[in-house]
């Protein structure tokens, strides 16, 4: 899982948007505009470290603020890079941040994840919106021209970047830029456009803190809980595959795939969470291409699936009930695995065992049997 920082940049002046104080700093609906949008990337699985670019003018609104507060410079730029060095002195720094904009409250989980999940293939990675309207161009309140909107885009944030790459830009840039993109595009880094969201909208009127607060209000959390039984017979074999790690053994386990009915068990708990059917639906047993296929396939294409329909995958607890292999010594090898399959943080994660005290078809060794859960949140 590859460390992650976010920076929220709180050092504008936010004059536009009224109410005397910074807009940042302002109420929204029960709580502070920087409240809302730390909270959306504290609750990312994925955020490992946030740092805030405050205003030197305002030391007195960061109290009780518990992530590390760094003062900005004289340009949205210099703020930007104080955040990006303040970084650069963890030890390890984080190899992939994202750059958001602390007037932008409703930024969804689902958004950031689709940000770190471009970065995966991508250099910088940032969201935005195909303009629908029609653009005129307009002076004295007239209209003077047209503007053809094709290929243009409305930019958003949160903008995710290598952490490396984007720091060298920033260290290399001079002069103003609009936002992060544009130092990295100055720096020839290739910038992958991601769907952006109408509710990320960027609090810069008065009239915007109404509607924020409608799509805060209105928004539920959904939490869903799945659970998944599985079970495989012994066969012959000198190994077992369980949660991805093989164990040598006397006996194999006997299966259309690899027989890893841990893995099964923690796949389907995540397509029950979605009320999306089973592995068996998904990769038919009848289909010859699954046959000894990795479940590893499964698993992914369960945690995709989860992720494309807009939840976050915040823990699996996967019990082996078995009476051999022992499982213990190989359990935090087995949390490893299912945490770098499900890019989550291994403390996500739960693999442990248990014996049925020798009654049963486990009790009599001729098979293993896997329960699992999955929690699934959706803001
Ligand atoms: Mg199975």
């Excluded at 700093?25 to 409240?35: K, N, S, T």
């Excluded at 021209?145 to 995710?160: F, K, N, S, V």
């Excluded at 599985?230 to 006996?251: Q, W």
Aim: charged content about 25%.
């Amino acid at each position: 899982m590859p460390r992650t920082a976010a920076i929220i940049v709180a050092a504008g002046r936010g004059i536009r948007a009224g109410g005397g104080l910074p807009k940042q700093w302002r109420p929204l609906a029960g709580q502070r505009v920087i409240d809302w949008t730390l909270a959306a990337f504290k609750t990312h699985p994925s955020v490992d470290n946030i740092v805030i670019v405050h205003h030197s003018g305002d030391l007195a609104h960061i109290g009780g603020l518990d992530v590390v507060c760094v003062q900005g410079g004289d340009s949205r730029n210099a703020s930007v890079r104080n955040g990006l060095e303040a970084l650069a002195t963890l030890n390890p720094p984080p190899e992939r941040v994202l750059i958001h904009d602390a007037a932008r409250p409703a930024t969804s989980q689902a958004l950031i994840s689709a940000v770190l999940t471009m970065l995966d293939h991508s250099d910088a990675a940032a969201p935005a919106l195909a303009v629908t309207d029609a653009l005129w161009r307009g002076a004295d309140g007239h209209v003077t021209g047209t503007q053809d909107r094709d290929g243009l885009y409305r930019a958003q944030t949160p903008q995710g970047f290598r952490f490396d790459a984007i720091l060298k830009a920033h260290r290399n840039t001079d002069g103003p830029a609009a936002d992060d993109v544009e130092v990295a595009r100055k720096a020839g880094l290739a910038v992958s456009i991601i769907s952006g969201d109408e509710d990320n909208l960027k609090i810069t009127r008065p009239e915007d803190f109404a509607r924020a607060e409608r799509i805060l209000k209105g928004r539920d959390m959904d939490i869903r809980v799945g659970n998944g039984f599985d079970v495989h017979r012994f066969g012959d074999g000198a190994h077992v595959t369980l949660c991805g790690i093989d164990i040598p053994h006397e006996r194999g386990l006997q299966g259309h795939s690899d027989a890893d009915v841990g893995m099964h068990a923690v796949t389907d708990a995540i397509y029950g969470a979605l009320g999306d059917g089973d592995i068996g639906q998904h990769f038919p047993p009848s289909d010859p291409q699954w046959k000894g296929a990795a479940s590893e396939i499964f698993l992914r294409h369960a945690c995709d699936l989860a992720r494309t329909r807009g939840f976050t995958i915040t823990h699996a607890d996967c019990t082996l009930i078995c009476e051999h292999p022992k499982i213990g010594p190989h359990a935090p090898a087995m949390k490893a695995k299912m945490a770098e399959i499900m890019m989550l943080d291994p403390d996500r994660i739960s693999v442990k065992a248990t014996t049925s005290e020798r009654l049963g078809f486990t009790g009599r060794g001729e098979g293993i049997a896997s329960i699992a859960t999955a929690t699934l949140v959706r803001v």
